[in-house]
T-cell receptor
Framework: SQQGEEDPQALSIQEGENATMNCSYK?????LQWYRQNSGRGLVHLIL?????REKHSGRLRVTLDTSKKSSSLLITASRAADTASYFC???????????FGTGTSLTVIP | DSGVTQTPKHLITATGQRVTLRCSPR?????VYWYQQSLDQGLQFLIQ???????AKGNILERFSAQQFPDLHSELNLSSLELGDSALYFC?????????????FGSGTQLSVL
């Protein structure tokens, strides 16, 4: 299955610092999405980057994609306590036609 | 609010029992996905329905089944429940059949098997 693997598993930072999470996958993809999950809640879509894009921004979020290395990163700038959540990547390929999520990165932002 | 409704929010039952989880997708969405989230397994894809038909199967046990009705709501049936089935079950929806679209998740059903 085309499952994303997030790294690190857990990350703890001070409010105002930047947070970087990484995602690796195994096969070629059409796009890759990042989702956020607050404790015990449903996942919320953050951003989608297509395979022909290298970087994408949305507010304080910056996503990069390196298809040659089969990896993506999510950068959250000037983090806030409200950013405390788990973050999941979901690589998508037309051949698999499904999203397979990993176990996520648990981010804690300390006020 | 994602527009995806899941009921019930919590369910407590005993081993060997059968339960039904319900999901109403966002208005206009034709695809429904079911996911299981447990502490040790992460978020596992179970099954997808599109406009009433099964489109893809993931790690769904034979004791589990699902269907999507003409009004597009979906039900996930879990039978012969075991302790290990305790998990958070999510439903998600998207407009079309392809998984390239973003998914909208419900708030989940927390199942506890005692």
């Amino acid at each position: 299955s085309q499952q994303g693997e997030e790294d690190p598993q857990a990350l703890s930072i001070q409010e105002g610092e930047n947070a970087t999470m990484n995602c690796s996958y195994k096969t070629s993809i059409n796009n890759l999405q990042w989702y956020r999950q607050n404790s015990g809640r449903g996942l919320v879509h953050l951003i989608l980057i297509r395979s022909n894009e290298r970087e994408k921004h949305s507010g304080r979020l910056r996503v990069t994609l390196d298809t040659s290395k089969k990896s993506s990163s999510l950068l959250i700038t000037a983090s806030r306590a409200a950013d405390t959540a788990s973050y999941f990547c979901a690589p998508y390929s037309n051949t698999g036609n499904q999203f397979y999520f990993g176990t996520g990165t648990s981010l804690t932002v300390i006020p | 609010d994602s527009g995806v409704t899941q009921t019930p929010k919590h369910l407590i039952t005993a081993t060997g029992q059968r339960v039904t989880l319900r999901c109403s997708p966002r208005s206009g969405d034709l695809s429904v996905y079911w996911y299981q989230q447990s502490l040790d397994q992460g978020l596992q894809f179970l099954i997808q329905y599109y406009n009433g038909e099964e489109r893809a199967k993931g790690n769904i046990l034979e004791r589990f089944s699902a269907q999507q009705f003409p009004d597009l709501h979906s039900e996930l049936n879990l039978s012969s429940l075991e302790l290990g089935d305790s998990a958070l079950y999510f439903c998600a929806s998207s407009p079309g059949v392809r998984g390239s679209e973003k998914l909208f998740f419900g708030s989940g059903t927390q199942l506890s098997v005692l």
